[in-house]
């Protein structure tokens, strides 16, 4: 019988130990420390400055690529502007005592008004050149004439007169001083000078 007394006192001890072991214990948080409060607002202030940081490389990086390419872009226009200086710049020549523009430079007066026309910052002054034959005075009145045919073609395609003039040299100012058809031919031009 002592043995069921101790059986029973063992089986009750383990139930009351289960019972209280079973039970949900309650546990309170506690504040945290200063110390740790501290070391997370500095965690989160140290992201927050990360991410700033990292947002304002980005717009660096941004504005970098378009001032690249905003240099790209000019140097592009820059280039091609140039390429139009040099394409307005090539001369027309005429056959012996004439003024009549040859078929041969019509394409070449062509290009040089659609220039004009996209580049309406730029006028330009139309020279005309004569041989040496002829009177000086002969040759003035020629060179005239020549640098208006000139004008007159290109404002019927379209260039506006007030960004034209022309000017006569006539035997001044060759390009070859020679005595010979090659060189009076040569001679024998219209010449155009930019201005802005």
Request: glycine fraction near 6%.
């Amino acid at each position: 019988m002592r043995s069921k007394a101790i059986i029973l006192c063992v089986v009750f001890m383990l139930i009351a130990g289960l019972g209280t072991g079973c039970s949900k214990k309650q546990v309170e948080s506690s504040p945290a420390s200063p110390a740790v409060e501290e070391r997370m607002a500095q965690q989160q202030e140290n992201e927050q400055l990360k991410s700033e940081e990292q947002a304002r490389l980005e717009r660096e990086r941004a504005l970098q690529e378009q001032a690249l390419e905003e240099e790209r872009q000019a140097a592009a226009a820059k280039k091609e502007f140039d390429n139009a200086v040099v394409e307005l710049g090539n001369m027309v020549h005429f056959d012996f005592d004439s003024f009549e523009i040859k078929q041969e430079y019509r394409p070449l007066l062509q290009q040089k008004a659609e220039i004009l026309k996209k580049y309406d910052n730029v006028t330009m002054v139309i020279e005309g050149y004569c041989d040496d034959r002829g009177t000086e005075e002969y040759n003035l009145a020629l060179g005239e004439r020549r640098a208006r045919a000139a004008y007159e073609f290109l404002i019927l395609l379209g260039v506006t007169p007030e960004r034209l003039s022309i000017v006569s040299f006539g035997e001044e100012d060759p390009l070859d001083p020679g005595q010979n058809e090659t060189a009076w031919a040569k001679n024998r031009r219209a010449q155009f000078r930019l201005t802005y």
